[in-house]
C-alpha cells in the first residue's frame, strides 16, 4: 500500500511539476529566515507547503515543526527541496545571510570557451591597433 501512495504521489508531482518562477535576489535577501526562505521556494514552485512533506521523505509531525519555526531545517533538506521546486531560494539566502553569493560551477567547455572569446578580443583589439598605425603611416 505504501509504495501505491508513493507512486501516486511522483505522479502528480510529475504531472503538476511546472517551471518554478525565478528567485527575486532583493525580495529574498529581506527574508528574516531560513524558514521563510524554504516557504518562498515553495511559493515560486507554485505548491503549498502541505504538498512538499511527502515528496520530500518527511513525515506531517517533522514537516510541519520546520515550517512553523519550532524545527531547524536540515542542511539533507536543500538537494531535494531544490528538485522538487526547481529553484535555490533557501540555499541563496543561507549563503547571503553569511556573507557569500551562489554562482554556478563551469563545465570544462564553458571554460574554453571564455578564454577563447577573451582571446579572440585581444586578438581583434590587436588588430585594430595594427590598422591604426599602419593607416596613421600612410596618411
Not at 501516486?8 to 518554478?20: C, E, G, H
Not at 528574516?32 to 511527502?54: N, T
Not at 520530500?56 to 515543526?65: C, E
Not at 512553523?68 to 526547481?86: D, I, Y
Amino acid at each position: 500500500m505504501s509504495q501505491g501512495v508513493e507512486q501516486l504521489d511522483l505522479l502528480q508531482q510529475t504531472l503538476r511539476k511546472k517551471a518554478s518562477a525565478p528567485v527575486d535576489g532583493e525580495y529574498l535577501r529581506r527574508l528574516p529566515s531560513l524558514r521563510r526562505a524554504v516557504a518562498y521556494s515553495l511559493s515560486l514552485a507554485d505548491m503549498d507547503p502541505k504538498e512538499a512533506y511527502g515528496p520530500l521523505g518527511m513525515d506531517k509531525a517533522t514537516w510541519s515543526r520546520i515550517i512553523n519555526g519550532s524545527q531547524e531545517v536540515p542542511a539533507s533538506l536543500f538537494k531535494p527541496l531544490r528538485k522538487l521546486t526547481g529553484n535555490n531560494a533557501p540555499m541563496e539566502w543561507l549563503a547571503f545571510d553569511e556573507g557569500f553569493e551562489l554562482t554556478p560551477l563551469m563545465s570544462e567547455l564553458e571554460r574554453q570557451l571564455l578564454e577563447e572569446r577573451a582571446a579572440r578580443a585581444e586578438a581583434e583589439r590587436e588588430n585594430a591597433l595594427m590598422r591604426s598605425l599602419i593607416t596613421g603611416r600612410r596618411g
